[in-house]
């Protein structure tokens, strides 16, 4: 099995440019099966979840071509062959592909897949895009296996929806679905982070009208998928990795230029990056990280929240900066059950970690790390354990990598480019 192996010590300096946000690329590829039309994408990183899906697109019928050195992906569904779509068992290997429900039953009339996979983060039920759909009109159900469903009637049985919770794959899910539909539909506490915006403003240039982008709030009018047209859409750039990258540098005393970043993506992140006491500065889309001068202080509460709150996403790099912060940080994990495991990782590490509950954990700095062998339980932590080994004493080998591979282009390279000592090992 491949590993990266990793000595610490070396200070990261440097530029940085972020590429296209994996959690908008792979719902804006969904979005083109709607259409005939090509769809051109750009802005687009070179990552294995989008690698498995382009690879199940060709297989159901659908022309992909990919210039990875332009970052281009032209994506053209003249053709679905929609039984193939259950015999394709890469679905399993990650959550979005339940994406493909919305486009296909607005199209097809009929979409069955096992049964989508992805990080263990904990209870991730697909009950909101099936209950969404229902509610619309379909018969979706699932069993042990997949998850199957259709989509006879030509307008929805329900134009007002209520989300449970602001989901970004449910809202996104139902709204790719209502843009193929030429019906119109409101739905409530819709997902609101800028990833959401690029697939809605893919949708507006495909033909539908959506107003509410970016709010809690949205009214969808659609079409009939065959009016739908292709076009030219740029995927948003990558936040998650940006503030990756900025605790980077952090930890290891360099200074970067991070380009191509969203700072409204990022306001809650700088928040708790000036409570700890970090230097840094916004320059038009640039993030640049400064020395650090002065000592690190802990943050009092680390909380998760719906956007515009603390991302997820962004909780366990976070969570490893507070070993090296003055005080205890109190970290409060509102969303996943799961998303705590890689500070059993850091422990191993010698971090000071005391568990409250499966949402709930303390830690305690200024910690020295050392070297460990640690895995990665999902894709953030396996990159959080990538960094911790940036600063850690003497060798850490980090195992189960092919979560990182599954959302960071060229990770390996790029910290090597900024002056990392780690390699990969096959």
């Known amino acids: ?29 969904c979005a083109a099966l709607l259409t005939t039309e090509t769809c051109r994408l750009t802005n687009v990183p070179d990552i294995s979840d989008l690698r498995i899906l382009a690879d199940i697109f060709r ?3 659908v022309k992909v071509e990919w210039d990875k050195s332009r970052k281009i992906v032209e994506i053209t569904a003249k053709n679905i062959d929609v039984k193939k779509l259950v015999d394709c068992p890469e679905v399993m290997k990650f959550r979005a592909s339940i994406l493909m429900m919305g486009p296909l039953l607005a199209r097809c009339g009929a979409c069955e897949i096992l049964k989508p996979g992805g990080c263990v983060l904990g209870a991730r039920p697909n009950t909101i895009h099936i209950d969404g759909f229902n ?44 843009a193929g539909v030429a019906d119109e539909i409101e739905i409530y506490f819709a997902a609101s982070e800028p990833v959401v915006g690029g697939t809605h403003r893919m949708l507006v240039g495909m033909g539908a009208e959506i107003s509410g982008i970016g709010t809690h709030h949205l009214k969808i009018k659609g079409k009939h998928w065959k009016e739908l047209k292709g076009g030219t859409f740029e995927i948003p750039p990558d936040g ?13 005393g360099g200074e970067m230029q991070i380009k191509n970043v969203d700072h409204f993506e990022l306001f809650s992140f700088y928040g708790l990056l000036k409570r700890a006491g970090v230097d840094f500065e916004m320059n038009g889309n640039v993030l ?18 719906i956007f515009p709150g603390f991302a997820s996403d962004l909780q366990s790099p976070m969570g490893l900066l507070a070993t090296q912060c003055e005080g205890t940080s109190m970290i409060f994990e ?20 005391t568990f409250l509950n499966a949402h709930q954990a303390k830690v305690t700095g200024v910690t020295d790390l050392k070297g460990a062998e640690v895995q990665s339980w999902d894709l953030r932590a396996g990159a959080t354990v990538v960094l911790a080994g940036l600063i850690a004493k003497g060798t850490t080998k980090v195992t189960n990598i ?17 002056g990392a000592d780690i390699q990969r090992v096959d």
């Open 1 to 29: 099995m491949s590993y990266f192996q990793i000595e610490g010590g070396n200070k990261l300096s440097g530029t940085v440019m972020i590429p296209g946000a994996k959690n908008a690329a792979l719902k804006m590829f």
């Open 59 to 61: 297989k159901i019928g």
């Open 135 to 178: 509610t619309l009109g379909g018969d979706v159900f699932e069993d042990d296996t997949k998850i199957s469903g259709t989509f006879s009637g030509e307008k929805f049985a329900n134009k007002r929806i209520l989300l449970p919770e602001a989901s970004v794959t449910g809202t996104e899910n139902l709204s790719i679905f209502a």
């Open 240 to 252: 998650i990795l940006a503030g990756t990258y900025a605790i980077a540098a952090i930890l290891t």
């Open 288 to 305: 640049a990280i400064k020395p650090q001068i002065k000592k690190l202080v802990a943050i009092p509460k680390i909380q998760t929240a």
């Open 334 to 353: 509102t969303l996943y059950e799961g998303r705590l495991t890689y500070l059993n990782e850091l422990e191993k590490m010698g971090a000071k970690v």
């Open 402 to 418: 092919e979560y990182i591979d599954r959302g960071y282009e060229y990770f390996v390279e790029t910290l090597q480019q900024l």
